[in-house]
């Protein structure tokens, strides 16, 4: 029965010197290091359509440090940035004044609540001996939550 997987031999080491922990580690780092996918950056078309004499743009993927300027192109203002892959927030410089994307919702506003948020009565867990109340009504066209405080 030697060299079958029912003799419990098979499954020892030799005394050689077993690889040490520096070198798994090693080893390991390595394999993560060549598993990682690399981001690569993708040319992005930006374009504002909304008229104005100089345009620039400026967002996270520059640390919103440099205003880059957009070049007239007919009727619209175009670059092509090499951006990484991912969502980034950016903002327009137009004539002197800062804008958000138009065709974007204004990032000040919050998002409309979802429809099982409304006309509900939301108790949330007791912290600090006070408890939290809250409700989320349609009023128009507008949303309006009402926040109760009440110590316990």
Same mark, same amino acid.
């Given at each position: ?5 029912d ?5 020892? *080491?030799?005394?050689? $010197?077993?690889?040490?922990? $520096?070198?798994?580690?090693?080893w ?8 990682? #996918? ?28 440099t ?15 090499? *951006? /990484? ?21 204004? #990032?000040?506003?919050? /998002?409309? /609540? ?12 007791? $912290? ?7 409700a ?17």
């Amino acid at each position: 029965m030697v060299g079958s997987t029912d003799d419990p031999s098979v499954f020892s *080491l030799p005394d050689s $010197k077993l690889p040490g922990d $520096k070198e798994f580690v090693s080893w390991q780092q390595d394999l993560e290091d060549s598993v990682k #996918p690399t981001q690569q950056a993708r040319p992005t078309v930006i374009r504002w359509s909304e008229g104005g004499k100089e345009v620039f743009i400026s967002g996270s993927f520059n640390n919103w440090s440099t205003k880059i300027p957009l070049i007239k192109s007919h009727n619209d203002f175009v670059a092509i940035l090499d *951006l /990484p892959e991912g969502e980034h927030q950016y903002k327009f410089f137009v004539d002197g004044q800062w804008v958000h994307d138009p065709s974007e919702c204004d #990032p000040a506003l919050l /998002p409309e /609540p979802n429809h099982v948020m409304l006309n509900h009565l939301y108790a949330l867990s007791i $912290k600090d001996s006070v408890m939290v109340l809250s409700a989320t009504h349609r009023y128009k066209k507008k949303y309006v939550t009402t926040l109760l405080y009440k110590p316990i």
